[in-house]
């Protein structure tokens, strides 16, 4: 698999002389293994370190202690030169920056969180004149403010979000009243949840 890949393209054979096979079970862990000495000089290699660093497949995360853009443009050029081949872009912004399907943004001392659409997400969920069981619809919609609400720091960022895909579902006949409700019940629900979940936990710690 690592060395023998081989594969057809418009009636031709080859054979893959480098990187592995796409869509094997063990890709993701192979690269993550290719690269964990790229993240430890990351980390630690260049003159200034990084306050936070996370790497999710080939999406990384930081942190910068300052704002000093040659410094970071020189930190870019250090990346590129760890491995050949791999070559890095870093977008930054001193308030907030996107990361895969969330906003990070800072909001005086501390980083929120709240929900990312791409420019081009549609947010093209399932006629609700389609013909499928009634439970299918309420399940999609519950399932997305689920996210939304997993990934919003505050109420309001969560009213944004859904207000965002109700638009689009309205267009799709989805009832204003069953996204109100719902709306409003995933988000009061889970906050009971987490309560309950955090007062019980308090308290096996207090038993123990």
């Known amino acids: 698999c690592l060395k023998y890949n081989d594969f057809e393209f418009c009636g031709n054979y080859y054979k893959q002389v480098k990187g592995t096979a796409m869509g094997k079970r063990f890709a993701p862990a192979l690269a993550n293994i ?3 000495e790229f993240d430890r000089k990351a ?4 003159q200034v370190k990084p306050v936070m660093y996370f790497r999710y ?3 990384i995360f930081l942190v910068w202690p300052n704002t000093d853009i040659n410094q970071i443009n020189s930190y870019e050029q250090f990346l590129n030169t760890l491995i050949p081949g791999i070559a890095l872009k870093i977008k930054y912004h001193k308030t907030y920056i996107d990361f895969l399907d969330v906003t990070i943004y800072k909001d005086q001392q501390k980083l929120l969180t709240r929900t990312y659409f791409k420019e081009t997400d549609t947010h093209q969920l399932l006629h609700h004149m389609s013909f499928h069981p009634k439970h299918t619809f309420k399940g999609l919609i519950k399932a997305q403010l689920i996210r939304y609400k997993r990934l919003s720091s505050t109420k309001l960022d969560y009213d944004k979000t859904c207000n965002i895909l109700f638009h689009s579902l309205y267009n799709r006949e989805y009832l204003h009243s069953l996204l109100r409700n719902m709306k409003q019940e995933v ?3 889970n906050e009971q949840t987490t309560q309950t979940n955090n007062q019980n936990g308090m308290q096996k710690e207090n038993t123990q």
């Open 43 to 46: 980390m630690t290699g260049f």
């Open 187 to 189: 988000w009061f629900r």
């Open 57 to 59: 497949i080939d999406d």
């Open 34 to 36: 290719y690269l964990i």
